[in-house]
């Protein structure tokens, strides 16, 4: 805020925007203002804006969230962000399905469908054939039927493809890597039909409805359509990735899902809350690396501008040097890493220092479990800080954390320990413990 020092009387004047003629809000006392300075109609329109939205997010949250993304679907922060607000709502977003999808963002019972729009590959007017194929004659019963009823000019291949890739199908046949190989097949066969068609040289139970005067029975033509040999399905991280590159986000699932809990105990923090930390503090939080973007400096040394995400959101991370030559081998893209760094703000946009990685599967813990007397008995605290401190030794290899749990009937609570006390090999530190008549044990962050 700023305060007014002096006035000065200056006759009659046109006034503009903040003019007002009486007293208005954006004094607060002393002759101190607001320095944004919004006179009455202005601060009235924001408050019945804001009414609004809380309205309609409280009473009518699946409609409200699907219409926030789709107005951001062009920028995947916030919809990435606005994903992960529906989760902690219990809002499950549902991938593109071609037999219930519409252009954007739709509210579908509880959960909120995928639009076409927001898949890659697929164009306004592939979308315009898909609808209107579906609202003539219904759902699409298979990969053939969907061929068949579609123009393929205006539906290619690549178009397909995306939609095969991405889960378009899976409500058909969960089996996407099947659907590619059919498509090889399919997509040809269905052209050949469109050419008979057009040509008025249809199919001869084409003609006659689909009645064969031999058999005296009624054929489906997908019968006949040539199909690939089976196959089984695309490994899971497979399928992820590609949904990734396809429609920018992990929606059917996220390749940190399954370490969610075991993760959380290991680092509480997650991106979105990086900008509300000191610069100082040495963070850790469990990723996904987008990206690696491998760069030299002025004297030539190699160092990495990573695009890295967690279930919140995504951050940019810059990897120095003396810390690349030491980490440089774990930056795979689509590894799952556990990072520590502090937060740099630069140009009002929050980066980290990476300070050390490790890939998730390679990471113990030291589970420590204390009774109550234990917990509160000075003796006893002073113990284990001392076999702690003794065997974290060196700092830059002390990556192991220590974590401690506090039985209290039927109550369980975590104690994280500080970095200060992480160690160095986790079976001597738990041999130490035990002799020391704690009970303790080596933990995976992901178990086999």
């Not at 090889?184 to 006659?208: C, H, I, P, T």
């Not at 160092?303 to 930056?331: C, H, W």
């Not at 990556?399 to 039927?410: D, R, S």
Request: aromatic content about 8%; charged content about 25%; glycine content about 6%.
């Amino acid at each position: 805020m700023v305060k007014i020092i002096t006035r000065k009387y200056i006759g009659q004047e046109n006034v503009y925007d903040i003019g007002v003629e009486q007293d208005h809000n954006f004094v607060i006392k002393n002759n101190f203002i607001a320095s944004n300075c919004f006179n009455k109609s202005h601060s009235t329109a924001y408050g019945y804006v804001t009414y609004q939205t809380a309205y309609l997010k409280a009473n009518y949250p699946l409609e409200y969230m699907a219409a926030l993304l789709t107005a951001n679907s062009g920028d995947t922060d916030k919809v990435q962000k606005y994903i992960s607000t529906c989760l902690s709502m219990n809002i499950q977003i549902e991938p593109p399905d071609v037999n219930r999808s519409g252009v954007d963002f739709t509210p579908v019972g509880d959960k909120i469908l995928f639009g076409f729009s927001a898949v890659r590959n697929v164009g306004q007017n592939a979308i315009a054939a898909i609808l209107e194929a579906r609202e003539q004659e219904g759902e699409f019963k298979s990969l053939s039927d969907f061929c068949d009823r579609i123009d393929l000019r205006t539906v290619n291949r690549r178009t397909l493809e995306s939609l095969i890739y991405c889960g378009a199908f899976d409500k058909i046949d969960t089996n996407r890597h099947q659907l590619i190989k059919d498509l090889e097949l399919v997509y040809d066969w269905a052209q050949s039909r469109a050419k008979d068609k057009a040509s008025g040289q249809g199919n001869l139970f084409d003609l006659l409805g689909g009645f064969s005067p031999a058999t005296k029975t009624v054929n489906n033509v997908f019968d006949s359509v040539p199909k690939a040999q089976a196959v089984p399905d695309f490994p899971p991280q497979k399928k992820l990735q590609m949904e990734k590159e396809l429609l920018g986000f992990y929606v059917s699932d996220h390749p940190l899902k399954s370490i969610k809990h075991s993760s959380s105990i290991l680092a509480p923090i997650n991106l979105t809350q990086l900008n509300d930390q000191k610069e100082e503090t040495l963070l850790c939080a469990v990723v996904m690396l987008n990206n690696v973007k491998k760069v030299m400096t002025k004297k030539g040394d190699p160092m990495a501008i990573l695009q890295i995400e967690d279930l919140t959101g995504q951050l940019e991370a810059v990897v120095f040097p003396k810390t690349y030559e030491r980490v440089g081998n774990s930056l795979e893209v689509d590894a799952r890493l556990i990072i520590w760094g502090k937060v740099d703000r630069r140009d009002d946009q929050v980066q980290l220092i990476v300070e050390d990685v490790e890939p998730v599967e390679t990471v113990q813990l030291v589970m420590v479990e204390l009774t109550p007397q234990q917990a509160t008995t000075i003796e006893e605290r002073h113990k284990l800080r001392n076999i702690l401190k003794e065997l974290s030794g060196d700092k830059e290899n002390a990556k192991v954390p220590v974590i401690g749990i506090v039985q209290t009937g039927n109550s369980r609570q975590l104690v994280r320990f500080g970095r200060q006390f992480w160690v160095q090999d986790s079976r001597s530190t738990v041999l130490a413990l035990q002799n020391a008549r704690f009970l303790a044990h080596v933990k995976q962050l992901i178990s086999s």
